[in-house]
């Protein structure tokens, strides 16, 4: 996938970003975590790397939350409006899908830690499914 820029922002608009990367991974992800940080049945997340993430507006307004007993999970959000945001780590940049106004270059390829997920979330499509993390091929 070559790299190319992905443009978006918080519910509230204070909060914009720029990211020019290559589109890696794309997950619907059932944890607990995700759950709880999106109040919803699974996060679905774009991970792109290498890639640089750039704040175009509202830097001020960026918010993070790290999980104290979790080796990387952090949820960064607008402190407006509480919409999810991007993060960078290291070379790499995660993104929470609905909050790009760019469409993904890839399409969802997996649901992944379904084992730790709701009956009610949904699994309708084709999608494969792995109890907790994807089993990389490569
Ligand atoms: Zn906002
Ligand atoms: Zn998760």
New binding site residues.
Partial sequence: MPESEFLGGCLCGTVRYRIVGEPRRFYH???R??RKATGTGH?TNVFLQPARLEWLSGEASVRAYKVPEAARFTNTFCSECGGRLPRQNGDAVGVPAGSLDTEPSLAPQAR??VGSGTRWSCHGDALPVFEEQMIQAT
């Fill in positions: 992800c059932h944890c975590r995700c996060a992944i830690w």
